[in-house]
Structures are given as structure tokens and as C-alpha cells.
């Protein structure tokens, strides 16, 4: 396909058919590029950049966001550079770049700010708000994302207020608010059924596993992990995580060696991803490691 071809299937939203060939993808951002046609370029990086981040290709997804903002005239496109900023400070919080995120997310609300553009503002807030979460500043964490959210409102966005929900919800779960934090998620879960956001599905039922968890609500918890496990396949650090999830019921259980083995699977499969834990996850391996490590003394 040509890169015109390819940027109209995107367009479309038929991102399947594009996730097989992602250096297709890859190779018709540059080409947009090497032409000077920044719009397209950016376009394109901004309305697939998921493909790379479902499979934890994080440095293919960074080097076509790059291409995609060094494009000559790229400042001129503000929607679709405000969106691929976002894209790429992800892909750079998952690397453990904190300062690349920084200054894209930073970016990002400037560019948005300037053009009364709340879909990009949410986003950019929302990044924000994640760096925060990584940082331990929970309280900002907080903020940030229902200053996003109340723009989103205002906007009349939804769609646009469906991240920065997620990002309070883990705020309040990383205070210990493990009520309120279900709360969030089951608010977070139900818009994006609505939505149709299918793939933020599974991320939900997992962070509701956990909650339930720490809730002490066992059969919960399982439920909501079986629930996760239905999406296998769609998204690497997500499917990596499974067996953690399950080392973490079976530690509840008291079923200690199968915890230690589910433990010891997902961690590998994790580390081969090479991606830094999103905090909230991160706070849950510390906890789990914990507890498997006492039983061993």
C-alpha cells in the first residue's frame, strides 16, 4: 500500500490490518516526511502510534514519532502535533525517559493551549499527571486529572476525559483510598464500554483485580482477572502481567509455591519487554515481592 493509502485506512480506523505491518507504517510517516508533507506525517504517527505501544515496540514507536516532529513545517500543524507530543512522551515514560515525557507532555499543552484544543489538553494533562504518578506526588497526581477532566466535561468530550479518569483512579489507589479507587474504575470501566473502547477493557479488569485484592475480596479479584485474561493477546505488558496477577491470588489463597512460580514467569516476561512498570504496577510488584519474600524467611 502507499502512504496515501495507508493514512486513508487509518482514517477509517481500520487499525488491524496496519498493526500487522507496523514498519510499513513506519516507512510511510518518513515518507511523508522526506516530501515535507509534516501534516501527513504527523496525522498518521498521532492515529497509530498504539500499534507499537500494544506490542511494546518502544523504540519503533519513538523513532516514527520522531520522524513525524521533525518533518519540516511540523509546527504548523498543531492539532496533529499536540497529539503525536502526547504519543511520543508516552512511549517515553514506558522507556524511563522522564525528561523526554516531560518536555513532550509540556509541549504538547502549549500547542493546545494555543489552539482551544481540549482533546489535546486532556492528553497533555494527562501525561503530566502520569510523570507525577511516577514521581510519588500523588496528591498532583489527583489534580491534574480532574483539571483534565472538568476540561473534557466542558468541551462536551467524553472521549477525552476517558485517560485522565484512569489517571485519578490510580492516584487515589496509590493514596490507600481503596474504596474510592473502585469507584474511579468501575466509573472508568463503564465510560469506556460505552465508548467502545474495547482495548482499555482488560487494563481496567486488571486494576480492579488488584483493588479487589487489597480489599481482601478474593473471589472478586479472580473474577476480574479471569475477565482480563478473555483480551489475551491484544497488548504484550498486559498479557505479561497475567501470571503476576495470578501469583497475587494464589499468594492470598496461601498457596506459596504456585505464587512463587507465577511470580518468577510474569517477571521474565516483563523484564523481556524492557519496559519500565507504570508506577501503580510498580507498587504492586514491591507488594507481592514482599509478601513472597517473608515466606521464605
Request: charged content about 30%; some cysteine; glycine content about 8%.
Amino acid at each position: 500500500m502507499t502512504p496515501e493509502e495507508l493514512l486513508d485506512q487509518a482514517r477509517r480506523g481500520d487499525l488491524a490490518p496496519l498493526d500487522q505491518d507496523r514498519a510499513a507504517l513506519a516507512d510511510a510517516v518518513r515518507a511523508f516526511a522526506r516530501v515535507g508533507d509534516a501534516a501527513s506525517a504527523l496525522e498518521l504517527a498521532a492515529r497509530t502510534w498504539r500499534t507499537w505501544l500494544s506490542h511494546g515496540e518502544l523504540d519503533a514507536g519513538s523513532s516514527a514519532m520522531a520522524a513525524a516532529l521533525t518533518a519540516p513545517g511540523a509546527e504548523t500543524v498543531p492539532v496533529w502535533r499536540a497529539r503525536t507530543l502526547y504519543a511520543d512522551g508516552l512511549f517515553a515514560f514506558r522507556s524511563g525517559d522522564r525528561r523526554r515525557s516531560w518536555e513532550r507532555n509540556q509541549e504538547a499543552l502549549t500547542f493546545a493551549r494555543t489552539t482551544n484544543d481540549a482533546r489535546g489538553e486532556c492528553d497533555a494533562l494527562t501525561g503530566l499527571a502520569r510523570i507525577a504518578l511516577r514521581d510519588g506526588e500523588y496528591g498532583e497526581v489527583i489534580e491534574l486529572a480532574m483539571q483534565a477532566r472538568e476540561r473534557a466535561r466542558a468541551a462536551g468530550d467524553r472521549e477525552a476525559e476517558a485517560s485522565p479518569l484512569h489517571l485519578q483512579a490510580a492516584g487515589v489507589r496509590l493514596q490507600g483510598q481503596f474504596h474510592a479507587a473502585r469507584e474511579l474504575y468501575m466509573e472508568s470501566l463503564d465510560l469506556n464500554n460505552a465508548l467502545g473502547n474495547a482495548a482499555r477493557l482488560p487494563t481496567e479488569q486488571h486494576n480492579l483485580g488488584w483493588v479487589e485484592l487489597h480489599l481482601g475480596n478474593i473471589d472478586a479479584a479472580e473474577r476480574r482477572f479471569r475477565e482480563r485474561d478473555t483480551h489475551a493477546g491484544a497488548d504484550a505488558y498486559g498479557d505479561a502481567w497475567s501470571d503476576i496477577n495470578w501469583s497475587a491470588v494464589a499468594s492470598a489463597r496461601g498457596q506459596w509455591e504456585e505464587a512463587k512460580r507465577r511470580f518468577a514467569l510474569g517477571m521474565n516476561g516483563l523484564e523481556s519487554l524492557g519496559i519500565a512498570l507504570d508506577p501503580d504496577d510498580q507498587s504492586e510488584v514491591d507488594w507481592l515481592s514482599s509478601r513472597l519474600a517473608a515466606v521464605e524467611c
